[in-house]
């Protein structure tokens, strides 16, 4: 199994940035791909960036192109998502989450380890 734990969320105004942060332990991080999900209130939980265990290739929704940036370091078992000119309609709970030998998949039901979620505000 793989652990996952976010890190990073917080308030901030529109036009700011942040940077989450997500720490895995146990299983095989590295061997993983891992992505970024997003849930508003009310709203079904959405992909936002996903990553393949092998290569650079990270695909985006296409909402956040631009402006967010996911990278990973292996060494440290984490995965990072840089988030800069955000907006009120980025406020959401963040979720990463993990899919052994995944490609770095778009689809929810492609990963089968989660970490609890970091509240991201960004107020107008």
């Known amino acids: 199994q793989v652990q996952l734990v976010e890190s990073g969320g917080g308030l901030v105004q529109a036009g700011g940035s942040l940077r989450l942060s997500c720490a895995a332990s146990?299983?095989?991080?590295?061997?993983?791909?891992i992505a970024w999900f997003r849930q508003a209130p009310g709203q079904e939980r959405e992909f936002v960036a996903a990553?393949?265990?092998?290569?650079?290739?990270?695909v985006y929704l296409d909402s956040v192109k631009g402006r967010f940036t996911m990278s990973r370091d292996n060494a440290k078992n984490t995965v990072y998502l840089q988030m800069n000119s955000l907006k009120p309609e980025d406020t959401a709970v963040y979720y990463c989450?993990?899919?052994?030998w995944g490609i770095g998949s778009e689809n929810i039901k492609s990963y089968d380890y989660w970490g609890q979620g970091t509240q991201v505000t960004v107020s107008s």
């Open positions: 989450a993990a899919d052994p």
């Open positions: 146990g299983g095989t991080f590295s061997t993983s791909a």
């Open positions: 990553r393949s265990w092998i290569g650079d290739k990270t």
